[in-house]
């Protein structure tokens, strides 16, 4: 069966950083780019990042560049989103997505508030 | 970026009517890349309709969709209780991704 578990989520001061992590089993993960959702509460879906299957390439939306990374680790069959200098408006559930859309994991919630 | 804008915001309809969602891009994209998904209160987006018009794995044919570059619909041919929910379309062939607002399908 396909899962996508993601992990590292919690509360955080503005200014702060949280590493979340997406750990795939039921498919050959290596094979697959990856993708970063993100949905502020009662609000509507954003895409966040994503990573080609062989990491050479990565884009992020504009809100997020030069303060969230994306990566990967095939070995352990990971998707990583370090999250820097976080602001309120980060604020959302983030879920781990295969490809554009195919698969999603539940999402594990980043609350940013002092 | 494009935009996807999508109608009605809001969609009231009973158990057995038709539904007939719109999303509308702000510039011609490619049918290959556009999705629906369907998403629940508490769960995560589920795909639907991939490249446009392709049901995903496990979706029932009472969802069909259709469209090219710009207008883009998906219909469900008669609701059953379990499908309201609130829909979203999203294109993938140009970065930044986007996703439309949203149409929420109630009773």
């Known amino acids: 069966e396909m899962q996508l578990v993601e992990s590292g989520g919690g509360l955080v001061q503005p200014g702060g950083s949280l590493r979340l992590s997406c750990t795939a089993s039921g498919f050959p993960f290596s094979n697959y780019l990856m993708s970063w959702v993100r949905q502020a509460p009662g609000k509507g879906l954003e895409w966040v990042a994503y990573i080609n299957a062989d990491g050479s390439t990565k884009s992020y939306v504009d809100s997020v560049k030069g303060r969230f990374t994306i990566s990967r680790d095939d070995a352990k069959n990971s998707v990583f989103l370090q999250m820097d200098s976080l602001r309120g408006d980060d604020t959302a559930v983030y879920f781990c997505v295969r490809q554009a859309g195919v698969h999603w994991g539940q999402g594990t919630l980043v609350a940013v508030s002092s | 970026e494009i935009v996807l804008t999508q109608s009605p915001g809001t969609l009231s309809l009973s158990p057995g009517q038709r539904a007939t969602l719109s999303c509308r891009a702000s510039?011609?994209?490619?049918?290959?890349?556009l999705a629906w998904y369907q998403q629940k209160p508490g769960q995560a987006p589920r795909l639907l309709i991939d490249?446009?018009?392709l049901r995903a794995t496990g979706i029932p044919d009472r969802f069909s969709g259709g469209g090219s570059g710009t207008d883009f619909t998906l219909s469900i041919s008669r609701l059953e209780p379990e499908d309201f929910a609130v829909y979203y379309c999203q294109q993938y062939g140009s970065s930044p991704w986007t996703f439309g607002q949203g149409t929420m399908v109630e009773v």
């Open positions: 490249s446009a018009s």
């Open positions: 510039q011609t994209i490619s049918s290959t890349f």
